[in-house]
């Protein structure tokens, strides 16, 4: 077994104000992950999931990205109100939430639904976010 059973890579490349492509931290992706790793610390999840910070994941246009492994579970426009469904959704209940999903074939899941993640003993799946 790894040692985590899942990561969430969250893009906070920065670029120059102008920049045509853009970037992610300036569309927020810094509020994300640190709100995606106060969700994970007050679920207890921190031992099994990681919010980590990424370069660059090459979907500037769909920022704020972020992708999830092992799944591959690509997702873009992510706001900080999208954090507790991304939580509950996805990293507790196994679901691809279908509207963050970055409407791009290259960037498509090949699965709608993966395995729970086993939480540390003591934690419950239904527990609300
Ligand atoms: S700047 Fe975030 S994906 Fe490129």
């Given at each position: 077994m790894s040692r985590f059973e899942r990561h969430m890579f969250v893009c906070v490349n920065e670029r120059p104000?102008?920049?045509?492509?853009?970037c992610c931290k300036e569309k927020g992706s810094e509020t994300v992950r640190a709100l995606l790793k106060a969700e994970l610390k007050k679920l207890g999840l921190t031992s099994v999931v990681r919010a980590n910070a990424s370069g660059c994941l090459d979907a500037c246009a769909h920022g704020v990205s972020m992708v999830i492994y092992p799944e591959g579970i690509w997702y873009g426009g992510?706001?900080?109100?999208d954090v507790p469904a991304i939580i509950e959704?996805?990293?507790?209940?196994?679901?691809?939430?279908d509207r963050l999903l970055i409407p791009d074939p290259a960037f498509a899941?090949?699965?709608k639904q993966f395995p729970i993640l086993p939480l540390p003993q003591g934690k419950d799946n239904s527990s609300p976010v």
């Open positions: 104000p102008g920049h045509p492509k853009g992510v706001t900080p109100q959704q996805t990293i507790l209940n196994g679901k691809v939430i899941p090949d699965h």
